[in-house]
């Protein structure tokens, strides 16, 4: 059982993933940085017989038929972050994550549309490289998982 009595909580998804590979990484690396629950829109996750781990059993996937549904489910005082290169967007490197945060991801191809960016609290880019959509989930949940950890021990001192 999850603990959801704490200070944070934090998803992150896809909105209309190209590939169920690239969802089972992001769902590895959703369960080793500690995220609460992963998302897909627009596409049903297939299990694969590569997720080794066994992610699916200690982070919940949610599936949503399309951004108006996800949007109309975002859990209550969760800010949504999208992760899009973008003029209006954040540096990650200067970003400070927040404590009730969902990130949303775009396809590799289409990345987020302007009417999915507008509805966003926030946005941030990684630093110029060509990534795919689990390698540039995977560094976002890392930079808050390295920032939380230097938050942490500045607290400690």
């Known amino acids: 059982m999850r603990d959801f009595d704490k200070k944070e909580v934090t998803g992150i998804g ?14 590895r690396s959703a369960m080793i940085f ?3 629950f992963i998302f897909m829109i627009g596409r049903k996750f297939v299990k ?9 059993k200690s982070v919940p996937c949610f599936y949503y038929k399309d951004f108006d549904d996800f949007y109309t ?28 945060c969902v990130y949303l991801l775009g396809s590799e191809h289409t990345g987020l549309p302007e009417q999915v960016l507008g509805k966003c609290h926030e946005i941030i880019q990684l630093p110029k490289g060509n990534y795919n959509v689990a390698m540039a989930g995977t560094i976002v949940l890392y930079d808050r ?13």
Do not use: F
Not at 14 to 27: A, D, R
């Open 14 to 27: 896809i909105l209309y993933p190209q590939h169920n590979e690239n969802m089972g990484t992001l769902w």
């Open 34 to 36: 500690g995220v609460d």
């Open 48 to 56: 694969q017989t590569s997720d080794v781990y066994e992610s699916y």
């Open 73 to 100: 489910h975002l859990p209550y005082n969760c800010r949504l972050t999208g992760i899009e290169i973008h003029e209006k967007a954040q540096k990650i490197e200067d970003y400070e994550h927040l404590a009730h």
């Open 145 to 157: 998982y390295l920032k939380k950890q230097l938050k942490d021990l500045k607290h400690e001192s």
